[in-house]
């Protein structure tokens, strides 16, 4: 078996991997979203809020199963039929998340205060004028979680709730600025005492705190990228080299 045969063969059944296990998170995505109340049945010795926070997961799943089944089909579809556009298709699709992907981790690490910059104009009005409204019931859900979840308040802090819809609605902020699992109030002297840091910081905090962990990962996921896009671009180029 020559070199170009045994990579093409690799190259497919790695794409049939990530084909069936994008597949996978599809459906399973598909299941929680639209037959949630059947998916819920099964985790009834769960609390009914960890297993809300957990169907919200199901659009995050629908995503990525998406995106994996488009890759796997274009890999082992370009490599089996070695097709030049699929294969510069699968590259060019690799290479725009690797790049994302860099450019994220740069920015969240290295330029934490540019992040914020960017992301605090986008979130911080959500939460002031959604989070607490009963007509957008998804963000207060999705908020709850991360701040229960990273034991945080707001974005940068308490303060984000002062003049929100939340505070207007209840003259007071969300548990969570008070680092609270009772039904005290959490007043604005309370929150100021409790100094909880805004999810933004947290994030950040748990990121670095576990930095080993998360390196070892994303370098993982790098390699992988990167080794997807040299077999493509081999392939690509040897069959290049055949038309002429």
């Not at 809020?49 to 370009?78: D, E, K, R, S, T």
């Not at 994302?100 to 690490?109: F, Q, R």
């Not at 991360?146 to 802090?157: A, D, P, V, Y």
């Not at 984000?160 to 819809?165: C, E, H, L, P, V």
């Amino acid at each position: 078996m020559g070199c170009f045969t045994f990579i093409k063969v690799m190259m497919i059944l790695f794409n049939v991997f990530i084909f069936l296990g994008g597949g996978t998170l599809l459906g399973v995505g598909i299941w929680v979203s639209v037959d949630s109340n059947s998916f819920l049945k099964i985790f009834e010795t769960v609390s009914a809020n960890a297993a809300l926070q957990f169907v919200n997961v199901g659009y995050f799943l629908i995503a990525i199963g998406a995106l994996l089944v488009l890759l796997g089909f274009l890999g082992c579809c370009g490599a089996q039929k070695e097709s030049k556009c699929l294969l510069l298709t699968f590259f060019t699709i690799i290479l725009i998340i690797f790049i994302a992907e860099v450019a994220g981790a740069v920015v969240a690490l290295v330029y934490s205060s540019l992040a914020e910059s960017i992301l605090g104009p986008l979130l911080k009005p959500v939460l002031q004028n959604d989070y607490g409204s009963s007509s957008k019931p998804d963000v207060t859900k999705i908020w709850n979680a991360t701040m229960e979840n990273l034991h945080c308040c707001g974005f940068n802090g308490y303060t984000d709730f002062t003049n929100s819809t939340y505070y207007s609605n209840y003259r007071h902020y969300p548990s969570y600025c008070c680092n609270s699992t009772s039904n005290v109030v959490c007043t604005e002297l309370s929150a100021m005492g409790a100094k909880i840091s805004g999810c933004f910081d947290q994030l950040l905090y748990l990121i670095r705190k576990n930095a080993a962990i998360v390196g070892g990962v994303a370098a993982g996921i790098c390699a992988l990228e990167l080794a997807a896009m040299v077999v493509s671009m081999y392939l690509y180029c040897h069959l290049d080299k055949e038309i002429h």
